[in-house]
């Protein structure tokens, strides 16, 4: 069985960051230079380093920007500092679950205490094929990282919750997570932040869509109130021009036609404003409130995909707004959903392969892909969570798949 060769996500610039000590040099070449033979990136102090910047800003970044840190054991790895500070921030990033570490020994040498629970790779006499075994190495680690993919669709549902701002006012929708709503998150590892809960809170809140919520749910009302300020303020207004002309003399008191225009013109203003309302409620299955609904819709789904998109690079955790029934307020929910689209996103590039129409001037199938996905997701992911009897992949929740629904979209974009 021919060895998997993990692609790299769009936060990633490099397969493996190395971590070894310099008189180990020579032996590092080989082994990179047979590893990028086979299209696995690699970066490395010698070659990847810039002259002038600090070492250690180099690493941090370095280390972040790659998927392993490959760790060179000799016997003068644990007198090196730099080897040492390599070490323990990688191991900061696993201990959090976000990086890995393949250690191998190129000749007999003890093993750091912080990594001895690891089992490592022993190139001691083939250096020239160490890095068939690491290959070997990652690919089961990503076969292991494939297999936590089978809880993709997995999620946890959380309604608008309704309030009233005032005694009198109408019944407001907000977002609000509880200590409960977190616990629950984090204790079925949901990696979702305290502050990505409050962005998105803040993210939801502050949108048409909520503050106005009470409009779609009490259309009807709403109307009848606004009438009735307006008449009030029609009769207060002539009220005042009652007093202010009943004390003039005949000769200085307004005559019928001023009368007509002093008030006919507003009331008539009234007048089109209400039949201006009373038909935007009146066509509402076709324009109108609900035209508005699905746009302040629309525009809520891409400002969460943003916070989402960012959120599911770093940890496989997603949201979206869904919202089943536009007449009912309990069916309006913000979903959190599981999802690593790594699977999705390897189908959907050789699937561009016989639709190079998609692509832009210069991009690869790669980046047409995430353009494409994200495109998708920022104005559809609800559908992630309708069910379905057609995939490609494994949903936990019985849905289609993400590379299967962009195909979909992109047929139906085309007709």
């Given at each position: 069985m021919t060895a998997r060769i993990p692609g790299l996500p769009r936060d990633k610039k490099y397969h493996f960051f190395v971590c070894y000590e310099s008189n180990s040099l020579d032996i590092v070449r080989i082994i990179v230079d047979n590893l990028e033979k086979k299209e696995l990136i690699c970066c490395y102090y010698e070659r990847n380093f810039t002259a002038g910047v600090p070492i250690l800003d180099h690493i941090h970044k370095a280390i972040r920007e790659s998927l392993y840190m490959l760790v060179v054991l000799?016997?003068?790895?644990?007198?090196s500092n730099f080897c040492k500070q390599e070490l323990l921030e990688a191991k900061h990033l696993m201990v959090e679950g976000k990086y890995?570490?393949?250690?191998?020994?190129?000749?007999?040498?003890?093993?750091?205490?912080?990594i001895r629970h690891l089992v490592y790779i022993d190139v001691e006499d083939c250096f020239d094929t160490a890095h068939v075994k690491i290959i070997d190495a990652i690919s089961k680690q990503d076969m292991r990282i494939d297999l936590k993919q089978e809880?993709?669709?997995?999620?946890?549902?959380?309604k608008l919750q309704p309030y009233k701002p005032s005694r009198f006012s109408f019944t407001r929708y907000r977002l609000k997570f509880e200590e409960s709503d977190r616990a629950e998150l984090w204790n079925n590892e949901f990696e979702v932040s305290a502050d990505i809960l409050k962005a998105l809170e803040h993210t939801v809140n502050s949108s048409l869509l909520a503050k106005y919520l009470?409009?779609?749910?009490?259309?009807?009302l709403t109307l009848c109130m606004a009438y009735l300020h307006l008449l009030i303020?029609?009769?207060?207004?002539?009220?005042?021009?009652?007093?202010?002309?009943?004390?003039?003399?005949?000769?200085?008191?307004?005559?019928?036609?001023?009368?007509?225009?002093?008030?006919?013109?507003?009331?008539?203003?009234?007048?089109?404003?209400?039949?201006?309302?009373?038909?935007?409620?009146?066509?509402?299955d076709r324009k109108g409130i609900h035209s508005v609904y699905t746009k302040a819709c629309r525009i809520l789904d891409a400002d969460i995909w943003k916070l989402s998109n960012q959120n599911n690079l770093q940890t496989g955790v997603i949201f979206f707004f869904k919202n089943s029934d536009l007449l009912i307020p309990e069916c309006r929910k913000i979903c959190i959903m599981r999802y690593n689209f790594k699977l999705c996103k390897t189908q959907f590039a050789r699937y561009l392969d016989k639709r190079q129409h998609l692509k832009k001037l210069g991009e690869s199938n790669e980046e047409c892909t995430s353009r494409?996905?994200?495109?998708?997701?920022?104005?559809?992911?609800?559908?992630?969570?309708?069910?379905?009897?057609?995939?490609?992949?494994?949903?936990?929740?019985?849905?289609?798949c993400v590379c299967l629904l962009v195909e979909d979209w992109l047929d139906t974009r085309k007709q």
């Open positions: 000799s016997k003068d790895f644990e007198n890995n570490l393949i250690p191998i020994r190129i000749e007999p040498c003890s093993v750091p205490e912080n809880r993709n669709g997995e999620s946890k549902q959380f009470h409009v779609w749910n009490y259309p009807f303020l029609l009769a207060v207004f002539c009220l005042i021009l009652f007093i202010a002309t009943s004390g003039n003399a005949k000769t200085q008191s307004f005559q019928p036609v001023e009368y007509a225009l002093t008030i006919g013109l507003p009331t008539l203003l009234v007048l089109f404003i209400i039949n201006m309302l009373v038909y935007m409620f009146t066509v509402y494409l996905f994200d495109e998708f997701l920022s104005q559809s992911s609800k559908q992630l969570g309708i069910s379905s009897t057609v995939r490609y992949h494994h949903m936990y929740n019985g849905a289609k």
